[in-house]
């Protein structure tokens, strides 16, 4: 089987993050309400729960800070520790207004992309070293989740 080029997708990340920056700049307080594919989320906890996982990856990979307290030993612990885990971020954070979350995604999607640089040219720095190793970096995909709770289409 042949080795599948890695696909880079670092650049993608600001105009993502501004996509959804914007879109979420755009809604009223019953928009922020809607029900999205997440259960018992609305809008505003999907929001929340992207801010999370930035402040979660710029803690861990950024500033080396571990907070994980728990021994997971299977997938099944791993699932459930990880649900209980975002259901706290979510639940605390609710009381953030639209309007600050807004600016906590702006900042932290910013030191992301910063971040996602970095590591992506210390890993390419590392497979010239060892000659050759799989690379490749994720885009976010929530903001389709505020577009489905609107009916509104995504962007390209």
């Given at each position: 089987m042949r080795e599948l080029a890695p696909?880079?997708?670092?650049?993608l990340f600001p105009a993502e993050r501004q996509e959804l920056v914007s879109l979420l700049s755009q809604l009223s307080a019953e928009e922020w309400a809607l029900p999205t594919v997440c259960a018992g989320w609305c809008v505003k906890d999907l929001a929340l729960h992207v801010l999370g996982d930035d402040v979660g990856v710029?803690?861990?990979k950024r500033d080396g800070h571990s907070s994980q307290t728990q021994s997971v030993d299977s997938w099944d612990e791993l699932v459930a520790f990880l649900n209980?885990?975002?259901?706290?971020?979510v639940a605390a954070a609710r009381r953030l207004s639209p309007r600050l979350l807004i600016d906590l995604l702006s900042v932290t999607g910013d030191e992301l992309y910063h971040l996602l640089q970095v590591d992506r040219l210390e890993?390419?720095?590392?497979?010239?070293?060892l000659g050759g190793a799989r690379t490749g970096a994720?885009?976010?995909?929530h903001r389709q989740g505020v577009h489905g709770a609107l009916a509104a289409p995504a962007a390209d």
């Open positions: 696909v880079q997708t670092v650049e710029l803690s861990r209980e885990w975002n259901e706290q971020w890993r390419a720095r590392r497979a010239g070293e994720g885009v976010a995909g």
